[in-house]
C-alpha cells in the first residue's frame, strides 16, 4: 500500500497544504493545451486527497485558485472552473460515504455563479462530515485574508486591541475552523508561498517537488511525508528543550 513505517505514521502531519502547481507547463511539454493540463492535475486532486485521508491524516487544504489566477484568461478561468464544479458534483456521493467535510477559504463572490453554487451546495450537504477535512482555497489570497480579519476585528473591537492576540486574531481568519499547516508542499520546483497561508505557515514544513502537479501522484506524495517525518520542528527552541517540551505547548501552536 504504502512504506510508511509504524514510527513515520505517528509523526505524519495533521495539516497537510498543497500550492499545486505546473499543470500548463505538464500541457505544454506534451503540446498540448493548458486546461489538457488543469484536467490531468483534478485527477491527481482526487488521488492525492483519496491518499491522504487513507493513510489518516484529517486535514488537506488545496489552492486550487489565487485572487491573481483572476488575471488569467477568461477561457482558462471558466476551464478550471467547469472542471471544479464537474469535480464536486462527482465526489459528493464520495465524501458523504467516507465523511468528508468540504470547506472553502477565499472570496467565493468572485467566482462565476454556477460554480460558486457547486461549492457552496458541497459544503452545506458536507457540513454535518467530521471524519475528514478538505479545504479549497479558491479565489483565495493570503493579503486579502488578513485585510479582512482586521476590518473585522476593528469593526467589533470597542478598545485599544490591548486585548488582541495571536489566539483571538486567527479567529478572524477564514481558517478559524482548521489547525495551522505543519506542511506546505508546492509542486514545479518553485520556493515560493505565493500568498498562500502566509500566517498560518509561521510553523509550518515545506517541501519543494520538481514534478509538475499531474505527474506528483500517490508515491511521490508518500515520499513527501516520509522526509517531514524525518525532520525536527523545533519552534525556536534548541534541539535539548525540544526534548523536554511537548510542541503542543509552545507559541501559536494551539
Ligand atoms: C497551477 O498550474 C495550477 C492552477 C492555477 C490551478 C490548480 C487547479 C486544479 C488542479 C484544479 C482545481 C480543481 C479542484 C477540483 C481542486 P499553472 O497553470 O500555474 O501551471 P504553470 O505554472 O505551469 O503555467
Redesign the pocket.
Known amino acids: 500500500m504504502h512504506d510508511l513505517t509504524p514510527e513515520d505514521l505517528e509523526r505524519l502531519p495533521r495539516h497537510v497544504a498543497i ?10 511539454s506534451r503540446g498540448k493545451p ?1 486546461l489538457f ?2 484536467r490531468n ?2 485527477e ?3 488521488a492525492i486527497v483519496d491518499k491522504t485521508f487513507e493513510i489518516g491524516i484529517p486535514y488537506i487544504t ?5 485572487t491573481e ?1 483572476q488575471n ?1 484568461p477568461g477561457e ?1 478561468k471558466s476551464g ?1 472552473m467547469r ?2 464544479e ?3 458534483k462527482r ?1 459528493l456521493k464520495n465524501m458523504m460515504g467516507d465523511g468528508v467535510r468540504l470547506r472553502a477559504i477565499g472570496d467565493l463572490n468572485g467566482l462565476p455563479e454556477f460554480a460558486r453554487n457547486a461549492v457552496t451546495d458541497t459544503i452545506e450537504k458536507t457540513k454535518g462530515n467530521e471524519k475528514w477535512n478538505l479545504t ?1 482555497a ?1 479565489n483565495y489570497g493570503s493579503r486579502q485574508e488578513i485585510l479582512q480579519a482586521v476590518q473585522s476585528y476593528a469593526r467589533k473591537a470597542n478598545g485599544s486591541g490591548e486585548d488582541l492576540n495571536w489566539e483571538t486574531f486567527s479567529s478572524y481568519l477564514q481558517t478559524k475552523d482548521l489547525p495551522d499547516p505543519d506542511l506546505i508542499i508546492r509542486t ?1 520546483g ?1 520556493f515560493r508561498l505565493s500568498n498562500f497561508l502566509l500566517l498560518q505557515a509561521a510553523y509550518a514544513e515545506i517541501f519543494v517537488s520538481p514534478l ?3 505527474d506528483f501522484g500517490q508515491d511521490a506524495f508518500i515520499d513527501a511525508l516520509k522526509n517531514y517525518t524525518h525532520r525536527e520542528r523545533r519552534f525556536g527552541k534548541t534541539g535539548d528543550q525540544l526534548a523536554t517540551t511537548s510542541t503542543k505547548s509552545l507559541p501559536g501552536n494551539s
Do not use: Q
Not at 500550492?19 to 505544454?28: K, L, Q, S, T, Y
Not at 488545496?62 to 489565487?66: D, E, K, Q, V
Open positions: 500550492i499545486m502547481d505546473g499543470n500548463g507547463r505538464w500541457a505544454r493548458r493540463g488543469h492535475g483534478v491527481n486532486v482526487k488545496l489552492y486550487a485558485f489565487s489566477n488569467r482558462e478550471l472542471l471544479l464537474e469535480f464536486l465526489e479549497l479558491l514545479s518553485e509538475h502537479w499531474p
